[in-house]
């Protein structure tokens, strides 16, 4: 009933930049907060970056400075801006999304498919 777009990865050298972009569709009735999360190889999945409905956001300590979440509610979009990449910054990026369904009026959890982003040294 939800569907999670993401686009903007790809491969960037040590201190360039690039825009992750995520965009939700299907049967929403409202969104509660959207996010970025990321999983490096052999690691667990982490939370990089967030943003609530009333435009809260919060971060990881390794990326804050670094990256801006925003979001466009007309467009029920979510946008991660990243500069000053690192190449620990390397890892599968998926958006995540807590979105009330017009069919249920009830929360679900929803995530993208995730995009790779590569930073190279």
């Known amino acids: 009933q939800v569907q999670l777009v993401e686009s903007g990865g790809g491969l960037v050298q040590a201190g360039g930049s690039l825009r992750l972009s995520c965009a939700a569709s299907?049967?929403?009735?409202?969104?509660?907060?959207m996010g970025w999360y990321r999983q490096a190889p052999g690691k667990q999945r982490e939370l990089v970056g967030r943003?609530?409905?009333?435009?809260?956001?919060d971060y990881a300590d390794s990326v804050k400075g670094r990256f801006t979440i925003s979001r466009d509610g007309a467009k029920n979009t979510v946008h991660l801006q990243m500069d000053s990449l690192k190449p620990e910054d390397t890892a599968v990026y998926y958006c995540?999304?807590?979105?009330?369904?017009?069919?249920?009026?009830?929360?679900?959890?929803?995530w993208g498919q995730g995009t790779q982003v590569t930073v190279s040294s």
């Open positions: 943003i609530t409905s009333t435009s809260i956001t």
């Open positions: 299907g049967m929403i009735f409202s969104i509660v907060a």
């Open positions: 995540r999304a807590v979105i009330i369904t017009t069919t249920t009026r009830q929360d679900y959890t929803y």
